[in-house]
């Protein structure tokens, strides 16, 4: 009978405790990657902290479905935060700002620090049609004109 007890017993606290904690990842994976709507058809995405392989494609979903959600015609991918980029993280960036595009949203890229040029630089990756600025204000001073 006490094996009983102690077997559904730790069954169910082992239930609660992996449904807290996925529900704790959601949250976090949520808070990750935000997308920020600052005017009525501008957002801001920054990348703020390591990111790896599970923050990269996250990247991708939020852009789209709350650039969508929000009816943004520009987002702006700040890296000022990101202390660095991999070659993976760097070609998924990319290909956001492709799908991006592909629905209807404009992407600039803000906060490009010399490691993270010199990495994008290294994949081969044609940035001459996608709007970089040194920083985000500036970004937003252009894009408002």
Known sequence: MVDRAVHWLSISYSKSYYARFHAAE????????????????????????DIDTKRAHELMDKALIKGSDLALDHIILDLSGAP????????????????????????TLTGIRPEIAHTM??????????????????AMKELQK
């Open 26 to 49: 959601s949250a976090a994976l949520e808070l990750s990657v935000p997308v920020i709507k600052v005017t009525d058809t501008i957002g801001i995405l920054p990348l703020v902290g």
């Open 84 to 107: 660095i980029i991999d070659t993976m993280v760097a070609n998924r960036i990319f290909k956001v700002i492709d799908a991006l595009g592909l629905s209807g949203i404009s992407a």
């Open 121 to 138: 630089i290294n994949l081969g990756i044609n940035l001459s049609n996608i709007p970089i600025y040194l920083s985000l204000h500036i």
